[in-house]
């Protein structure tokens, strides 16, 4: 069995100004890019939204906590499904390829929950979150952790790995 994908769509948009998930490029809304790019890595995708009616094909895990930001939808969805791992890609980060999406399932294929790296920061999407990491999400949801990714991979919990384009990393919080 292999890693489900799984798409953060669950925010407010605010600094966004209008729903990200609705907003387009080329054609296609921000939702539907997530949901095609994760199709192409993934056999099983899910969105993790605050919305059931959402115009895609694929399996909805209901976020009851709204606007409590991306870790509680990761923790519902390993909660709430039987999947054991997630390759997790929020809606706000288009650019991000199919090709580097494939090399994080890779990584994360081999039982590493995984993020990545660029010029030193850490970038917890794309990244892979499988259900090792449920106990410390659980933790981290209750606020007892401010940065749960630098705190798992202290504890050993997380692997991260160098990505060669930046560019990709880029999430759009602003309307462009």
Excluded: H
């Excluded at 809606?91 to 660029?118: C, E, K």
């Excluded at 952790?145 to 990393?169: I, P």
């Amino acid at each position: 069995m292999g890693i489900a994908g799984l798409v953060l769509a669950g925010g407010r948009s605010r600094r966004f100004g209008s729903d990200k998930r609705f907003y387009r490029i080329s054609g296609r809304t921000l939702l539907e890019i997530a949901v095609e790019k994760l199709e192409r890595v993934c056999d099983r995708v899910y969105v993790a939204s605050d919305r059931v009616d959402l115009p895609v094909k694929v399996r909805v895990v209901l976020d009851t906590k709204r606007y409590r930001g991306p870790l509680y939808g990761i923790y519902y969805a390993l909660r709430r499904t039987s999947e054991r791992s997630f390759l997790v890609l929020p809606v706000d980060m288009p650019y991000v390829s199919v090709p580097m999406l494939r090399q994080v399932y890779r990584y994360g294929i081999t039982g590493f929950n995984a993020i990545t790296r660029f010029g030193g920061k850490v970038f917890p999407f794309p990244g892979v979150y499988s259900r090792d990491v449920l106990l410390y999400l659980n933790v981290s949801v209750r606020g007892r952790v401010r940065d749960f990714v630098r705190w798992a991979e202290r504890r050993g919990r997380m692997r991260s790995f160098e990505v060669r384009n930046g560019e990709e990393l880029v999430n759009l919080n602003f309307m462009p």
